[in-house]
């Protein structure tokens, strides 16, 4: 009888967070309207984290990343999108996940090469979206997770703490990754565990294949409807090129230029020239569904 009355003061309590978070959402869209939701974060360096060793020989392991990717992950499919099989992670598999980002943690990258440091970002960043889908599961989005700090998604709940710093998921992308390496195919490299985001790679980024997997990461999204679709003088861009455009050129003219250096599908020559371009993105989880 304890035991049962107990359990239904939690679900009780989690139905009553769920509705405050709801209420909260609800107040902050009438207030700052709907497009609030897709706002992009600034690019603003968290000085911190911006400090390497370029002396240091130091290799992060990556493996356990890795093993799951090996099991999860389908990059075979005949959409050209990269699938993580979600339903099927069992609780020995999302402890080595938990293991991995605890081991994470204890090391201070600050202390590393850079390149090593973008590796580490990296998969940080990917394999702990993972990890928020997984402590969710099952959800339609990833834009369906919301908590009191964070109503438009997970991103800006602090999810990891390293050198007694607490991070969210924005915070690595955006006042880490981007305004310290000030790459664009950085948006190519991180997964927001969505149908219309790049493609998960089924490597996990090391030193050794950084630029490898950027490269193929910037191709593989270009030349897919979902990154770049032209018909006639007809464009169709992922919402990646409107929230980020200045981190791709300082117009539009320089966006589609940097858009045509990787584009090669039909109508090649006609990209930069395209005059109606319309923006599009496909929040749905990106599941496998066997």
Known sequence: MVSSARGQKNILESLTMKLINILLLATVVLA????????????????????????????????KWQSLLDVYLDSETSSGVNLFDYAAVGKSDKKKLKAYLDELQQIDPRGLNKNEQFSYWVNLYNALTVDVILQEYPVESIKDIRFLTSLFGPWDKNFVKIQKQKLSLNDIE?????PIWQDPRIHFAVNCASIGCPNLQS???T???????????????????????LKSENLSLSSIFDWYGGDFGEDQAEILEYLSSYYVGPGAEQ?????????????????AVK
């Open 271 to 287: 990209l930069e020239a395209a005059t109606k371009i319309e923006f599009q993105y496909d929040w749905q989880l990106n599941q």
């Open 174 to 178: 955006h006042r880490i990754l981007r």
């Open 207 to 229: 030193s050794e294949n950084n630029e490898v997997l950027l490269e193929k990461s910037a191709k593989e999204f270009i030349n897919h409807p979902r990154g770049v679709e």
């Open 32 to 63: 700052f309207g709907l497009k609030t939701v897709d706002a992009a974060p600034e690019a603003e360096v968290l000085k911190f984290w911006n400090v390497s060793n370029e002396q240091s020989e130091e290799v992060v392991s990556h493996a």
């Open 203 to 205: 490597q996990a980024f």
